[in-house]
């Protein structure tokens, strides 16, 4: 029998690629560089039974509607917020994601931005390339101490723990607000939950670690950036949607905060002359938060996994819209 034809929008490591191909004929977009162009998508997804996308790819209706004989979506990542998961239901189609790999990873690299931020890492490392380096001075590039700080995680899911456990190891206070409260993490890491007005009142460190929902879209804007202290860090490692950037511009401008550090932008990939990274208070990266060789290549096996598992009409191992299994 014919093996289904699937699509795959980037190059993925080897080791997942061997999984799809066991079970699909893939067309692969062969490319780090280049996203897939939308009509080449258009077009291979025609006679597609699977897609395996990431982060980059807008899986909307136009692409649900062009690929009758679509029968699973599997995203690379946690986030599912650029696949119509609505429409997918409606035609009970399952999306798979890969929540759990990229955990530790994604919270190393959230920790290692508050860090670079207030320590002006990235801002030293330039300063001493570009020979500026002429005297030792007592206040040369010092920042805010980590270590006991006051720590205030807006999202309290897996990252927000694994940022929190960090945290503890620092000594640092751990503030949370969350849109349930999780009594276990605030026994077992001694956090405490907070409004998340007084959150932001009350924090040196902002981390936002919210995923992007209609909710959450722009949460963080004007009125929240004035409730933060003037000493304090704001820091992103969710999705860019959760951020109003003109509200973050201006805050950093005007010193209405001390800095910023972020991983993730509105639009992706962001030009280099994006407003945000003409500031001298924000360190900003490009969405490199679960990008660790091993959590990657994780991360692309589940996707394969999960997309494998769909073409069987098996349950996926990770699935983001499951009421599709509900008869
Ligand atoms: C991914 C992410 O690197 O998992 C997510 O939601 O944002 C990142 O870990 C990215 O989505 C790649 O597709």
């Not at 996203?35 to 649900?64: C, H, M, T, W, Y």
């Not at 190393?108 to 570009?130: H, P």
């Not at 936002?208 to 959450?216: C, Q, R, V």
């Not at 938060?289 to 009409?313: C, D, E, H, Q």
Request: glycine share 6%; net charge neutral; aromatic share 6%.
């Amino acid at each position: 029998m014919d093996k289904p034809k699937v699509v795959i929008t980037r190059r993925i490591p080897d080791e997942a690629l061997e999984i799809v191909r066991k079970h699909a004929e893939a067309y692969l977009w062969d490319s780090e560089e280049q996203p897939i162009p939308r009509e080449v998508l258009l077009q291979e997804i025609r006679d597609a039974a699977g897609i395996l996308a990431n982060v980059s790819d807008r899986i909307d209706k136009a692409i649900f509607e062009g690929a009758p004989r679509l029968r699973v979506v599997s995203t690379m990542a946690v986030g599912y917020d650029n696949i119509d998961t609505a429409e997918a239901t409606n035609r009970k189609i399952p999306v798979g994601h890969t929540p759990g790999v990229l955990t530790e990873t994604t919270a190393d690299l959230t920790f290692a931005l508050l860090m670079a931020t207030a320590r002006r890492i990235v801002e030293a490392a330039d300063f001493l390339r570009d020979g500026k380096w002429k005297s030792w001075a007592p206040m040369l590039l010092t920042g805010p101490d980590v270590y006991g700080a006051t720590i205030g995680i807006i999202g309290m899911g897996r990252i927000g723990e694994a940022v929190a456990k960090r945290a503890a190891g620092f000594g640092m206070k751990i503030l949370y607000h969350n849109r349930t409260r999780r009594h276990e993490i605030e026994e077992r890491l001694n956090a405490q939950y907070r409004s998340l007005e007084n959150l932001l009142r009350e924090s040196d460190f902002v981390v936002l670690l919210a995923p992007s929902t209609p909710e959450t879209y722009r949460m963080m804007g004007r009125k929240e950036f004035d409730m933060m202290k003037p000493s304090a860090i704001f820091i992103n490692t969710s999705r860019g949607q959760n951020v109003d950037e003109r509200a973050l511009y201006e805050a950093l401008k005007d010193n209405k905060i001390w800095a910023a550090g972020i991983d993730v932008f509105e639009h992706e990939p962001a030009p280099p002359d994006h407003p945000l990274l003409s500031l001298p208070n924000i360190t900003a990266l490009p969405h490199i938060g679960s990008a660790s060789i091993a959590t990657r290549t994780a991360m692309a096996v589940l996707a394969a996994k999960n997309l494998a598992a769909g073409l069987a009409g098996e349950k996926l191992l990770f699935c983001a819209n499951p009421i599709v299994y509900n008869d």
